[in-house]
Structures are given as C-alpha cells and as structure tokens.
C-alpha cells in the first residue's frame, strides 16, 4: 500500500513544473522537482544564491496549468538568541544567569564611594577603616577582572578568522 | 543620574586611588589627633568630596589635580613640611603617582654645591668656611688646592690652624667619641652639624638626597614614620643653629674641634679572606 502512493506521488510531481519567484528582486526561475518538493532543500541548495533564504518565508500556490510557483519573501530574524537548542543558547543563557551585571569592582565601587561622597568627609575612623578595606578588595577584583578581560581581547585580536560551521540565526 | 554615565575603568581607578590615598592620610591625622582639628580637616575633606570627577592630570600641560593638592595640603598642615616649590606648583596627581616630595632642611652637602664654596672662598662667612674645612678633611680637594684653601681660610677666618693636617687613609670618624670629647668643651652641636653635611643625623628632613634617593610613596607607616622624624626636626635645628652661632663667635672653636676631630678617627679594620 505504502509502496503505490509512493508511485502515485513521483508520477505526480513529475508532471509539474516548479518556478521560484524571488520576490524581493523579480527573478522567476524553474527548480527541478527533486529539490522544489522540500523547503528544506531549497533553503540548502540556494543558501549560496540567496542569503537571507535561510530566514525567508516559502509559500508555495496551488497548481496552475501544471506549475507551482514557490515565492520567497525576506522577513526578518530574530538577532542573537537563536532558536532553543542552538549553539549560541548555553552562552545566552550563562550571560543571563551571571550574576554580576559586568561592571568591572573598581568602577562599582568607585560610584559607590561617589554616592556617599558627602558623608565620607564626616566618618569616624572605624567607618574609614572599612572603607579602605572595601577599596583594596576592589582594586584586587578590579584588576583581576581588567587583567582577564585584556587577556580575552588579546586572544580574539591575535586569533586568525574562522569559517563557522553554520549560519547563525538572525545574522 | 551619575550612575547612567560610568566612567572608564582607567578614570575610576585613578580616581579611587585618590579617594583611597585621601584615607589614609585622614587615618593617620585621625590616629595622631584625635578629635582635635576634626572641624578643619572636615572642610578640606568637604571639598575634596564635592567633586571626585575631577578631570585627571594632562600631561601635556602640566596641570596638577585639585583634589590631590587638597591631600598635600592636610599632609603639609597635619603630619610633616612637604617642599613648598612642589606644593605651589600643584603638578601632584595621587591617582596616578603616589610619590611626595618631602621639605627637606638641605643642609646636606653636595658636590656641586661645595664646588661652588670653593670657587668663591673670600665670599664666606667664618660659619660657612667650616664647611670648607669638613670637605678639605674629607678629602674631596686635591692635595695643592687643599693646601692652599686651607691657608687662605686660616687666615681670613682665623682658624688659628696655619698648617693642614695629613689625615691617614681609609679611616672613619667615631662619632661618639667625637661628641664625648666636643662636650667637654660645650661645643657637641659641632658633631650634629657634621651628620648633617653627612646626611647621617638619623633624621629623615636632614638626610634626605632628593640625587639619589626615592621619593617617598604614600603609605601609612611611611607617613607615621615622617611625622614623627618631622617632631624631632626641630631640635636638630636648634643644635644646627647653636653650632653656626658658635662657630661665628667663639674663636678657639677651630682648634677645639680639630684637636676631637682628629683624636676621634679610626682605622677602618680590613678582614681578609684567607
């Protein structure tokens, strides 16, 4: 039973005739039926041609005098995230459970000392002590984070391109 | 709405830097003081606070930070005399350079500065041609100009020493010694005032050498340890005072400190490796 509408469908989309119309430019042009029947396979086989296909939307109209016309609209990807499951969502999903909020100690601590600037002129020594000790803990966070942070910069300037293995989405 | 613009991480950290080198020297006017003078330092501190966005020291121009002159200025009121050439031209920035130049007392002899004595010799006073005296024993004169810059002075301010003494080589002064033996005359500010063309009184006002030495970091002890030399300055200069005065007006004081000078010199011991 399986095998005959098999059959039915190759004689089927054999005697169809497939067009693609791009919208955004105007270009009609034949696809065979091989890639034409899938969305998936267009999307592959024109990725090079096209390169928003990726993201762009395939309608497909209903049969007219044998053919189909499959018209591709460019919309918009959603930027960065990416789809659940892809490889940017562990780095996206880290990045919000951080819980600093990326502001290096030393310029944290800094406003802080900003905002109780008129104070200060007026603590007692024990409140200076602790002042002090919060500010050295500062400078030590700081500069360990500044030190990484230069590493990092370092390590992505000297680094030598990399073709990804996929096209990020949204990109 | 400060808080919407942060600043660089350089800016933050000089500016922190200077916040923190404010503290420690209130911390340590607070420990030296106490209550006292609270008021005041409150106001300079008032206005050390009011801004601490206060643009950075320009390299290109020279131009000082307000706010750390504010700092020299409690240190220079509170806890020791900073060089006052330094403190007017205000070109201090603690954010970045925690140095301080000291006001040191320059009583230290320099070369350059016993070169010049010796190019103008009738210019002297009796006090300064002891200076003359001390450089010609130290041997920093060679022999014929020594022997000649020993008459002259002898004569024009009457040491009463017509002959220069031949001094042994490789010798040292015991100091000691040496006041033990000016005191039996009243004159052991003598001996002071030869540790301070040494720069060796143990002080750090009169030993300091801005030539050689490091200038002086901020730090805490470094500041309690500055104070309280600067307390003990001023009975040093008292002793440095009642020597000049004696040496413009006592008339043996010559002979006298030469006779000590030379029953106090040592023989430097050499070890040999066997």
């Given at each position: 039973m399986e095998e005959q509408t098999t059959t039915l469908s190759t004689i089927s989309n054999a005697t169809l005739t497939y067009m693609l119309n791009v919208q955004e430019t105007g270009q009609t042009f034949p696809l065979p039926a091989s890639i034409a029947t899938d969305d998936n396979l267009i999307k592959r086989s024109l990725a090079s041609v096209i390169?928003?296909?990726?993201?762009a939307k395939l309608e497909r109209s209903e049969p007219k005098d044998g053919v189909i016309t499959i018209t591709v609209t460019k919309t918009h990807a959603p930027k960065?995230?990416?789809?659940?499951?892809?490889?940017?969502s562990p780095v996206i999903a880290s990045l919000i459970a951080s819980?600093?909020?990326?502001?290096n100690a030393v310029i944290k601590t800094f406003l802080d000392v900003e905002q109780m600037s008129k104070q200060i002129a007026g603590y007692g020594p024990h409140q200076i002590l602790e002042l002090k000790k919060r500010i050295e803990v500062a400078f030590k966070a700081g500069e360990k984070q500044d030190e990484t942070f230069k590493a990092v910069v370092n390590a992505l300037m000297e680094s030598s391109p990399q073709a990804a293995s996929v096209v990020p989405v949204g990109f | 709405m400060l808080r919407l613009n942060p600043p660089s991480y350089g800016f933050a950290y000089a500016a922190l830097t200077e916040v923190y080198v404010a503290l420690q020297v209130i911390s340590v006017i607070a420990k030296i003081y106490?209550?006292?003078h609270k008021k005041k330092i409150a106001i300079i501190l008032q206005e050390f606070f009011k801004d601490i966005r206060m643009p950075r020291m320009r390299q290109t121009d020279n131009q000082g930070n307000y706010n750390s002159t504010l700092i020299a200025k409690l240190i220079n009121d509170y806890l020791f005399g900073l060089d006052e050439f330094w403190l007017d031209e205000e070109?201090?920035?603690?954010?970045t350079d925690q140095n301080i130049q000291l006001g040191w007392m320059g009583y230290r002899i320099s070369w350059d500065e016993f070169d010049e004595m010796m190019g103008r010799l009738?210019?002297?006073?009796r006090a300064g041609s002891f200076t003359i005296m001390m450089g010609i024993l130290w041997g920093n004169v060679i022999l014929q100009d020594a022997k000649a810059a020993w008459k002259f002075c002898s004569e024009t301010y009457k040491w009463k020493l017509p002959n220069m003494p031949e001094i042994p080589e490789d010798c040292y002064i015991d100091c000691s010694q040496l006041k033990k033996l000016l005191k039996k005359h009243g004159i052991e500010c003598l001996a002071t005032l030869l540790e301070a063309f040494d720069g060796s009184t143990g002080n750090v006002f009169y030993d300091y050498d801005p030539e050689t030495w490091m200038p002086i970091t901020i730090s805490e002890k470094d500041l309690m340890v500055a104070h309280e030399n600067w307390l003990k300055a001023p009975k040093i200069r008292k002793q440095l005072d009642e020597a000049y005065d004696i040496l413009e007006t006592r008339s043996d004081v010559f002979t006298l400190f030469l006779e000590a000078y030379m029953k106090s010199l040592r023989l430097r011991e050499r070890k040999v490796k066997e």
């Open positions: 390169p928003y296909i990726d993201t960065g995230a990416g789809t659940p499951g892809s490889t940017f819980e600093g909020d990326g502001t | 106490g209550k006292k070109c201090m920035d603690f954010g009738d210019e002297l006073t």
